[in-house]
């Protein structure tokens, strides 16, 4: 980078990789090519050229969840557009992916020249307000407000934990900045939200109070603790109290699972036991660290039923307890004041999940009963579980992980095909441990173009392509035997040799004996694996018709 001013767009990129943010996600444009010519400039950031910008967005998306923040680049019009929906999935679950897009030069603007990418008119910001929409904050930076304008991007990004929507003209993107830039920290050391000492205070006496009354309280920890980076804290609040904690299906991996207070997964009706179901049906006070969301997939089809009264609700920056409500109270802040005053409840007996039990003999043939087990069996400390929606999560949530291994899914935007590329992002953000994508072959043909790029940059994802040929989720949901659920077919096994994937292991499996000498290659070598596992599609049976009455309401009610 040149020593004198940098350019806006070399600045930009500058600024941002000062939160630790190393990579940046995109595809090429005339309009953003100030941007893309940065990405080569600045020094400690790299250029991942993806198959499209869609897939570019769940990438970044993947990314931010392990690092926290991430850089999505797509030019103006068709680019950003493209990306929307990548993007407003990293909003619904709060990830701050920084969106930046390039522009027509404001001299064509100013003429009134009519370009390509637009509508034959000359409204050249009609697309700001959509792709603003998937964010919680934007800004057109120009020279002089730049550093400033870059600034209030930053704070509310990260204060919010949302995207951020940047545009960029391509003829500002080349001019020096005005102004004295600034030095900014690494994520780890901001503090991102800042807490009134009095709501802080009141807050904080009102949980140790109701919890010192509490005879069996019951923790549930959201994913919300890991995108603010205070997982570890609500951990240490856990141990420290001593009380039994439970997961729901979007959080899974938030929670150690190899710590004694863990109990499983909890989804009302849906949940991994009986047991844990009860624990939290019967606790008199239920800490929600982080904020359920209530979904009907996130809550067993609202079979969850929490007793309002007996929550206390801990949200990013406010609390309820009951009918109180106390704002102004930071996650970070609330943890660390609760560990350093709770007492120690006396040691006590919770269920105890235990691993899924092999079953099958090598001569069977594959199903998800034989699978999932094996696959159990090869997660280590510091992996992290890529969790693809479709019927695979409701399978994998129920997974007990090891101590240090990570999960991430996408079960409230649910966006089928995020898992591949998100597995990307994901890859390239972790600097120890493999990453482990499972995903069904439905949600794998919307983005498997995304292998070529793992290949270009030597990326070493452990892929698991459960092949059953139809949309099998959604034989879940209604009935079998529709055409629109079948899929074209595809020899899976064969993709990564045709997209440039170089030393990878690839099998095709049908068998539980195929699948261990597969698993058995994987943990005995350094290297990508990409597994076509075969799967019966007459697994995917339809739920029993109250059930999906239960979840889409379709039925007129009955009269009385």
Known sequence: MSTTSPTVAQYTLARLSQLGINRIFG???????????????????????????????????????????????????????????????????????????????????????????????????????????????????TPDNCIDELERVIREALRLSMPAYIVISEVHGIMPVIGTPVTGKPLASIKRQQSNRKELDAAVATILKRLSDASNPVAIVTAL?????????AMEFIKKANIPVAVMPNDKGTVDESMPQFIGLYAGDWSSSKEVCEAVASADLVLDLGGIVQTELNTGLWTSNIDPSKLISIQDNWIKAGDKVFLSAALDDVLEALTAQTATRPASTWPKPAPMPLVGAASDALGSASFYPRLQKQLRSGDTLVIETGTCMTHLNKLLLPGGVDAEGQGLWGSIGWGTPACLGVAMAKTSGRTWLVTGDGSHQLTLNELAVMGRYGVKPCIFVLNNGIYGVEDVISERGHEYDNLAPVNYHLLPAAFGCKGWIVEKVATVAELDAALERIASADSAAYIEVMIPNEESQPLPASIIEGGYKLETPPVG
């Open 27 to 141: 595809v090429p444009g005339d309009y953003a090519f100030s941007i893309d010519d940065a990405a080569e400039q600045v020094p400690g950031i790299q250029w991942v050229a993806c198959a499209n910008e869609l897939n570019a967005s769940y990438a970044a998306d993947g990314y931010a969840r392990i690092r926290g923040a991430a850089i999505l680049s797509t030019t103006y019009g068709v680019g950003e557009l493209s990306a929307i929906n990548g993007v407003m999935g990293s909003k619904a679950h709060r990830l701050p992916v920084f969106h930046l897009v390039g522009m027509p030069s404001e001299r064509i603007q100013h003429q009134g020249l009519i370009t390509h990418h637009n509508l034959g008119d000359t409204v050249y910001d009609r697309f700001q307000s959509l792709s603003a929409a998937a964010c919680c904050v934007s800004a057109v930076l």
């Open 225 to 233: 603790t890991s995108r603010y980076g205070v997982a570890d804290r």
